[in-house]
């Protein structure tokens, strides 16, 4: 894929802020800190385009992300162990399930895992979810830079098993080597293609 542009469009909470449903758009989500940002920001070959944070639960809002004016990036709230506030996190879970089961230009979402950390409830939960609502998802281990080759081959194995899925299924990434850049955007083509 070659990026010619990536911009930001906007923040949003609910249905009525969202931009237009003209574009097809493709979700991102994971656990806070699993490298979110640095991924979108890999994938579009920019530095910045969605601020990354070492203090998790950064993202709060659906942020809409305009690329190529082809179609459209969405950085969703983190799910886990970030320290915000109760009130904030209820939120979340409506705000993110009123996005993916109304928005009818969702092409499919890309579930971002740490490599390191074996995948937790809140992974599986949303996962099973996901396939209940037959909403397309693509799978990425990221910050395989951190292991070692072997280390990276048998976490990948041990998470294909809890999981249930195929090895083939899960997309090492890597935003620091550019480690599955390829196969990640070879996944995102075939769900923007349907």
């Given at each position: 894929?070659?990026?010619?542009?990536?911009?930001?469009?906007?923040?949003?909470?609910k249905p009525?802020?969202?931009?237009?449903?003209?574009?097809?758009?493709?979700?991102f989500?994971?656990?806070?800190?699993?490298?979110?940002?640095?991924?979108?920001?890999?994938?579009?070959?920019?530095?910045?385009?969605?601020?990354?944070?070492?203090?998790?639960?950064?993202?709060?809002?659906?942020?809409?992300?305009?690329?190529?004016?082809?179609?459209?990036?969405?950085?969703?709230?983190?799910?886990?162990?970030?320290?915000?506030?109760?009130?904030?996190?209820?939120?979340?879970?409506?705000?993110?399930?009123?996005?993916?089961?109304?928005?009818?230009?969702?092409?499919?979402?890309?579930?971002?895992?740490?490599?390191?950390?074996?995948?937790?409830?809140?992974?599986?939960?949303?996962?099973?979810?996901?396939?209940?609502?037959?909403?397309?998802?693509?799978?990425?281990?990221?910050?395989?830079?951190?292991?070692?080759?072997?280390?990276?081959?048998?976490?990948?194995?041990?998470?294909?098993?809890?999981?249930?899925t195929?090895?083939?299924?899960?997309?090492?990434?890597?935003?620091?080597?550019r480690?599955?850049k390829?196969?990640?955007?070879?996944?995102?083509?075939?769900?923007?293609?349907?």
């Open positions: 894929m070659i990026i010619k542009s990536a911009d930001f469009v906007k923040s949003a909470v009525s802020h969202y931009p237009p449903a003209i574009l097809p758009e493709i979700a989500t994971g656990r806070s800190n699993v490298g979110k940002s640095s991924l979108i920001n890999t994938l579009v070959n920019r530095k910045r385009l969605v601020k990354t944070s070492s203090t998790p639960g950064r993202t709060q809002l659906i942020n809409f992300f305009n690329i190529n004016n082809a179609f459209s990036f969405v950085d969703l709230p983190g799910f886990g162990y970030a320290k915000v506030p109760e009130s904030i996190k209820k939120t979340w879970g409506p705000m993110v399930e009123t996005y993916l089961l109304n928005r009818e230009t969702l092409k499919g979402v890309v579930l971002i895992m740490d490599i390191r950390r074996m995948p937790g409830p809140h992974e599986l939960d949303f996962i099973e979810w996901l396939r209940y609502h037959t909403i397309p998802t693509i799978l990425i281990l990221t910050k395989a830079d951190k292991l070692s080759k072997s280390k990276q081959m048998n976490q990948h194995i041990a998470i294909t098993k809890i999981l249930g195929h090895r083939d299924d899960l997309i090492l990434f890597s935003a620091k080597t480690m599955g390829d196969a990640t955007w070879a996944a995102i083509e075939q769900l923007l293609d349907h």
